[in-house]
């Protein structure tokens, strides 16, 4: 079943066309997910050929939401372009604090789909965001028809959330 939340996205590519669901439209998705994201250098050009269709494209307006603090979830979301704040509850109702900006090449929402739980952020586009999104489902037909292409984009991603923690402590010591 297709997350709700995805339901709310607009269903145009990166270029401002239809979905993806032709082999050009495929070619030009492949060719920027492996110039402009990370996560996909793992995989050979023709590796991104044959994973272009367990991916969706979309893009969102500025001050849209993407997902608040506690829904559920079931899609990662690789920013290509625009910017998303990321906040985090804090035991003062109404005072989030923002815990990041994300902005092209990041991901998010990767703890969700990997471990079922509830979404841990609030995600709110600051400026219009290009995404290509991975749903959980699609995630797991990867891992299971093609399972060495799956694994090179999860070393893609947890070498993405390492240097994510590895910031992250950095940032911490250089307050103390």
Same mark, same amino acid.
């Given at each position: 079943?297709?997350?709700?939340?995805?339901?709310?996205?607009?269903?145009?590519?990166?270029?401002?066309?239809?979905?993806?669901?032709?082999?050009?439209?495929?070619?030009?998705?492949?060719?920027?997910?492996?110039?402009?994201?990370?996560?996909?250098?793992?995989?050979?050009?023709? &590796?991104?050929?044959?994973?272009?269709?367990?991916?969706?494209?979309?893009?969102?307006?500025?001050?849209?939401?993407?997902?608040?603090?506690?829904?559920?979830?079931?899609?990662?979301?690789?920013?290509?372009?625009?910017?998303?704040?990321?906040?985090?509850?804090?035991?003062?109702?109404?005072?989030?604090?923002?815990?990041?900006?994300?902005?092209?090449?990041?991901?998010?929402?990767?703890?969700?789909?990997?471990?079922?739980?509830?979404?841990?952020?609030?995600?709110?586009?600051?400026?219009?965001?290009?995404?290509?999104?991975?749903?959980?489902? &699609?995630?797991?037909?990867?891992?299971?028809?093609?399972?060495?292409?799956?694994?090179?984009?999860?070393?893609?991603?947890?070498?993405?959330?390492?240097?994510?923690?590895?910031?992250?402590?950095?940032?911490?010591?250089?307050?103390?």
């Amino acid at each position: 079943m297709k997350d709700p939340l995805l339901a709310d996205l607009d269903e145009v590519t990166l270029t401002g066309e239809k979905p993806c669901n032709d082999g050009e439209c495929r070619e030009r998705l492949c060719g920027r997910m492996k110039r402009e994201l990370r996560f996909f250098s793992f995989m050979a050009e023709e &590796n991104l050929d044959q994973t272009a269709g367990y991916f969706e494209c979309r893009q969102l307006p500025a001050g849209a939401t993407l997902w608040q603090e506690g829904e559920s979830g079931d899609f990662i979301a690789f920013v290509v372009s625009g910017r998303l704040e990321i906040s985090k509850q804090t035991e003062f109702a109404g005072k989030p604090i923002v815990v990041g900006i994300l902005s092209r090449g990041a991901m998010v929402g990767e703890l969700s789909v990997l471990e079922g739980s509830p979404r841990s952020e609030t995600a709110v586009v600051l400026d219009r965001l290009d995404l290509i999104l991975l749903s959980r489902a &699609n995630l797991q037909r990867l891992l299971a028809e093609r399972p060495p292409l799956g694994i090179h984009l999860l070393q893609g991603m947890l070498l993405t959330v390492s240097r994510r923690l590895t910031r992250s402590y950095e940032r911490l010591a250089s307050i103390f």
